[in-house]
């Protein structure tokens, strides 16, 4: 973990300048201790302090929203895992009064005394009205002050019982919201578009945290799907042969318990998943960061660019170091022109960690595979191009051809493509001219350090004439290989897409492309052999 995104935690009072400076400014989280304890819902709300009561009185008439999940005590933000449903609040509140009540009659038979009232209520309660409704239901994100949606505000009454922190000074705030559980729970992981400060009123919270660049991990949701802030992955039970990378997650991850009158500030972007205690209350207040209220529409493209470009030359230098230290090698480097040329190189000297096919898991993603010089020049062009091609924001053109540009050899090989066709279309030329095994290991590189470029490759760089070229490859690939061998050799490569049928469909439908290109230019391909995706 990097010393400049560790969660800290902080015991003394700080003023709102030393949080802007200190805190916000890092978009680091960070632990405030007790920075609440001056509320009056401190006091008012507990539970075990007659709180239920209180608020039963103050906002009992009240209808929030309620979630109810099949998946609880799991709560997962997709609509399709939960309900949001009305419901009086005083219901809810009843719900929270049978929980302590069973909690104190399951505590008293462990100490042996059924005589002992209970210390927080001594009627006698009557359950009987709850019947119909769910032992577990989680109040998440019931407003209590919404700037932009007024009409979303449900319980606004207890604004007089809590205090904008000081530390927030003078911003602008988003909302402010109620966060309470009647039993254990938690929240799928996920991440907020807002800066957060999550405020313990009552009980406690475990919380984990992953930093925006351990996203490729956490496998967030499309981005155009509504929880397009959720993980894909369900971390209490992960499907590592679905999402291998989220193996590693927890290397991530930085756990932090909040008690009761502590502060968490999230910053934006960064994931989180919590885990709540029976009888939890917590206040957030969200805002909008400084850099989002900055940027301007209009400059959108040009930040885009920018950030790919700061991304692909972090993600270059972290791996040239890696092949940059070790032993020297005399490398025999293929240029551009085809001529070779033997010298030493540092850089390309350094072989990456050998692995064996046969002996590879994919539980061992993270490993480096041995590559050779020529194989070291073929994964930097492939990934300069596909860099190029993204940070310029353009779908890769097909070049079109005449019946000139193909000339057909039956010697019991696939066609040959000159290189009249390829000179426009620099990956699929690449693809061609390197050999099949120096093209697998390339790939396997790339899925194990590179996977977004890998990912962007297949579904946005690869023309029609690149996918024609890259079936090709898997079928010499195959001849030359060992069953056990393709099979690991597919199970990695594929492994890099969230869906696997999307990539599969892409190369499948990038040869038809080629396919057709070619009869329409009255073209006649050799028919012999079968060019497929594998999968």
């Known amino acids: 973990m990097e010393e400049c995104i560790k969660i800290r935690r902080y015991e003394e009072f700080l003023t709102d300048k030393d949080f802007e400076s200190l805190i916000e400014a890092k978009n680091v989280p960070a632990v405030l201790c007790g920075c609440i304890k001056n509320w009056r819902a401190f006091s008012l709300w507990n539970p075990r302090n007659d709180g239920l009561n209180y608020l ?3 906002v009992g008439s009240c209808v929030v929203e309620a979630m109810v999940s099949s998946s609880a005590p799991v709560f997962y933000g997709d609509l399709g895992s939960h309900q949001r449903v009305p419901l009086p609040f005083s219901t809810f509140i009843d719900l929270c009064k049978k929980r302590m009540h069973m909690q104190t009659e399951q505590q008293q038979h462990l100490d042996g005394d059924h005589c002992v009232a209970s210390q927080t209520d001594h009627t006698q309660h009557d359950f009987s009205s ?21 009409e979303k505000v449900q319980l606004g009454t207890l604004m007089e019982d809590i205090q904008t922190p000081p530390i927030l000074g003078a911003k602008e ?3 402010i919201n109620l966060w309470m559980n009647n039993a254990q729970s ?9 800066q957060n400060l999550l405020c313990i009123v009552s009980g406690r919270k475990q919380v984990v945290l992953w930093p925006p660049s351990a996203s490729p991990s956490l496998y967030p949701m499309p981005i155009y799907g509504e929880a397009s802030n959720h993980s894909s992955v369900a971390l209490e039970n992960p499907d590592y042969s679905i999402y291998p990378r989220a193996e590693c997650s927890m290397e991530f991850g930085q756990k932090v318990v909040l008690e009761a009158g502590d502060a968490l500030f999230i910053p934006e972007g960064w994931f989180h998943q919590v885990d709540s205690n029976d009888l939890t209350i917590a206040i957030n207040f969200w805002w909008r960061s400084n850099t989002m209220s900055c940027m301007l529409e209009h400059m959108d493209a040009y930040y885009l660019r920018r950030i790919l470009r700061r991304l692909i030359d ?7 170091l890696k092949l940059g230290t070790g032993r020297n090698k005399m490398c025999a480097i293929k240029l551009p022109n085809h001529k070779q040329t033997n010298h030493a190189d540092e850089n390309c000297s350094q072989m990456l960690k050998g692995i064996d096919l046969k002996e590879k898991r994919l539980n061992e993603g993270n490993t480096l595979i041995e590559l050779e010089s020529d194989a070291v020049q073929v994964l930097h062009e492939l990934m300069s191009l596909v860099h190029n091609s993204v940070s310029a924001s353009q779908d890769q053109q097909s070049p079109s051809t005449s019946i000139n540009d193909y000339e057909l050899i039956h010697n019991g090989k696939c066609e040959k493509i000159v290189n009249a066709y390829l000179k426009d279309d620099p990956v699929a030329k690449i693809l061609w001219d390197v050999e099949p ?3 697998q290991n390339v790939f396997l590189a790339m899925a194990n350090n590179f996977p977004r470029t890998l990912e962007a490759l297949v579904l946005h760089v690869l023309s029609p004439v690149g996918a024609e070229v890259l079936t090709r490859k898997f079928d010499e690939m195959d001849e030359q290989t060992l069953e056990e061998d393709r099979n690991r050799f597919y199970e990695v490569f594929y492994s890099v897409f969230d869906d696997q049928s999307a990539a599969m469909n892409s190369i499948l439908k990038g040869k038809e492309l080629f396919t057709q290109q070619l009869q329409c230019c009255g073209s006649r391909l050799s ?3 079968t060019h497929c995706v594998k999968s």
């Open 186 to 194: 938690r929240s799928s992981t996920h991440y907020d578009p807002h």
């Open 527 to 529: 028919k012999s052999g």
């Open 130 to 150: 709850l019947e119909d409704v769910p032992d577990q239901i989680y109040l998440a994100q019931v407003s209590i002050m919404n700037n932009d949606r007024q």
């Open 314 to 320: 972090k993600e270059m230098d972290q791996q040239l």
């Open 437 to 439: 095994q120096t093209l």
């Open 173 to 175: 705030l988003s909302s």
């Open 56 to 58: 039963q009185e103050r």
